[in-house]
């Protein structure tokens, strides 16, 4: 049995391994949530856009099956094709989207074409987790939402793994 004379002790031993794990913890997060594009890679789509034989509306999703956010990312998107049953969804890997288009910055990543031009380019939501409740893209495909010409979402803070 352990017999503590010194109360401060234990309570020193306590506050360092809490901090040690926060520490750990937001690193770990670190690598998975945060701005979707430092490096403004984004802006290279609009010089050499993809153009997607499907039809009209076409979501591209890319994602890395390796990320943690994958997972998440395919039940949004499961429930995006719900709520948009003509949405045509193409998910490629990121080894097949460099065959057609630049480096992306960070997946998971979904691409918007309506009529063979390229309206939206980033994240599907934003916050830690890829939630449809902080859904960015389904205002826009239900018209709530207008661009008023292409939106490379570099900014937001989402789940992502970098490139």
Request: charged share 10%.
């Amino acid at each position: 049995m352990l017999n503590i004379k010194q109360p401060w002790l234990l309570g020193l031993g306590v506050a360092t391994w809490a901090l040690l794990s926060l520490l750990l913890l937001a690193k770990f997060e670190q690598q998975r949530y945060g701005v979707f594009d430092p490096s403004g890679q984004l802006a290279q789509l609009q010089s050499r856009p993809y153009t997607p034989e499907a039809g009209a509306t076409v979501l591209i999703a890319v994602i890395d099956p390796a990320c943690g956010c994958a997972r998440a990312a395919r039940a949004h998107l499961q429930q995006l094709q719900q709520q948009q049953p003509g949405l045509q969804l193409q998910e490629m890997t990121p080894a097949q989207w460099r065959q057609h288009g630049p480096a992306l910055p960070a997946t998971p990543v979904v691409l918007w074409y309506q009529q063979q031009q390229l309206r939206y380019a980033g994240p599907l939501a934003q916050g830690p987790l890829c939630a449809s409740s902080s859904d960015l893209l389904l205002p826009l495909l239900q018209g709530k939402q207008r661009l008023a010409g292409v939106w490379l979402n570099s900014e937001t803070v989402a789940c992502r793994c970098l490139s």
